[in-house]
């Protein structure tokens, strides 16, 4: 990374800039090769930082006034449907041996008592407890969030950061590419580059994802560096 960033330094021009050649490439071979992962390359939307992309994901769907969010959790998870004036509804996870869960009968539960459109927010690995949920957690959620109609945002921040053996599983490996989802992924806290603002949005759906697209006009992206 600093060879990188040195190299850039010496070019001496540090103007605005254009999205990299093969960056949408390397995403996907990266998530394919890590996280067995196949996605196509126009899926990706680059953004300046994953909790951004939290806030777009919201701005783009403005019909959904209802939020699940989990509790505890990084705070943006509750900031931000507070900043976009929509509900928010805390979904309280519950200490395991391993980690923070939800309870997803009480998801289903709070979705069927809102009867209104309603997003949910996902983090995986779960921030600040830990819990790399599994395909199984993952399915339910989805199957969930399918059910009731929801718009599914997955914080997935943390997936190249994992010390035990435990696979990632990727909220778009599981749900189907006509369910509406987002996730967010980055490489900025794995390798301590967070200052350069650099993240993704994988959207497979395609009404979805040109919602998404309409909240980048006039918004920062990624910077050369």
Not at 135 to 142: M, N, S, W
């Given at each position: 990374v600093r060879t990188t960033i040195e190299a850039s330094i010496t070019h001496g021009i540090f103007g605005y800039g254009s999205e990299p050649k093969h960056f949408r490439e390397v995403w996907a071979t990266h998530l394919l090769t890590r996280h067995d992962w196949k996605i196509d390359p126009d899926w990706i939307v680059p953004i300046a930082g994953v909790v951004p992309g939290m806030r777009f994901s919201l701005m783009a769907f403005p019909d959904i006034r209802h939020v699940l969010s989990p509790s505890p959790a990084y705070p943006y998870f509750q900031t931000v449907p507070r900043i976009e004036q929509r509900t928010s509804h805390p979904m309280r996870l519950h200490r395991q041996k391993w980690g923070l869960e939800p309870s997803f009968d009480n998801m289903n539960d709070q979705l069927q008592a809102i009867k209104a459109p309603a997003a949910i927010l996902w983090c995986n690995p779960q921030n600040p407890g830990g819990t790399v949920y599994?395909?199984?957690?993952?399915?339910?959620?989805?199957?969930?969030g399918a059910k009731h109609d929801s718009l599914i945002v997955s914080d997935e921040?943390?997936?190249?950061?994992?010390?035990?053996?435990?696979?990632?599983?990727?909220?778009?490996?599981?749900?189907?590419?006509?369910?509406?989802?987002?996730?967010?992924?980055?490489?900025?806290?794995?390798?301590?580059?967070?200052g350069f603002g650099c993240a993704v949005a994988i959207i497979p759906e395609p009404k979805t994802r040109q919602r998404f697209l309409y909240t980048q006009i006039g918004m920062p992206n990624a910077t050369p560096l």
């Open positions: 599994s395909g199984d957690q993952i399915q339910r959620l989805v199957g969930i921040i943390w997936a190249d950061l994992i010390l035990d053996d435990d696979q990632h599983i990727p909220l778009g490996r599981v749900a189907p590419t006509t369910q509406p989802t987002i996730t967010l992924m980055a490489a900025t806290k794995t390798f301590n580059v967070a």
